[in-house]
């Protein structure tokens, strides 16, 4: 499985970013999908997940009110769109393919990862 993340940038406070991820239709269209982030000498920690369908989301609660995930199904994507962005959103943000095909909200749910695009938000 290749997932490839995409969309990351340099934005100031208060700005927004879509990021995407594109994998394998086969292989992940049944599976739940998040989104992780890594901020320089932190450890990974998960931001956004979405189920197979949708129909389930989990938010951290940095995330809470700012970030939407959705799934592009025609495209085999999902998005992470962030708003209201901070100085602490400032990491390198993953995708990855969940085992399950639930909303998973841990990092241990997951199997497959792409490679990172960073994100620097400027104050």
């Known amino acids: 499985v290749q997932l490839q993340a995409s969309g990351g940038g340099t934005v100031q406070a208060g700005g927004s970013l879509r990021l995407s991820c594109r994998g394998s239709?086969?292989?992940?269209?049944?599976?739940?999908m998040g989104w992780f982030r890594q901020a320089p000498g932190k450890e990974r920690e998960i931001v956004a997940a979405?189920?197979?369908?949708?129909?389930?989301?989990f938010y951290s609660d940095s995330a809470k009110g700012r970030f939407t995930v959705s799934r592009g199904y025609a495209e085999s994507a999902v998005y992470l769109q962030m708003d209201k962005l901070k100085p602490e959103d400032t990491a390198i943000y993953y995708c990855?393919?969940?085992?399950?095909?639930?909303?998973?909200?841990?990092?241990?749910?997951?199997?497959?990862w792409g490679q990172g695009t960073q994100v620097t938000v400027s104050s």
């Open positions: 239709r086969r292989t992940s269209s049944n599976n739940g």
């Open positions: 979405i189920s197979w369908n949708g129909g389930s989301t």
């Open positions: 990855a393919r969940a085992r399950s095909s639930g909303a998973a909200s841990r990092a241990d749910g997951y199997t497959a």
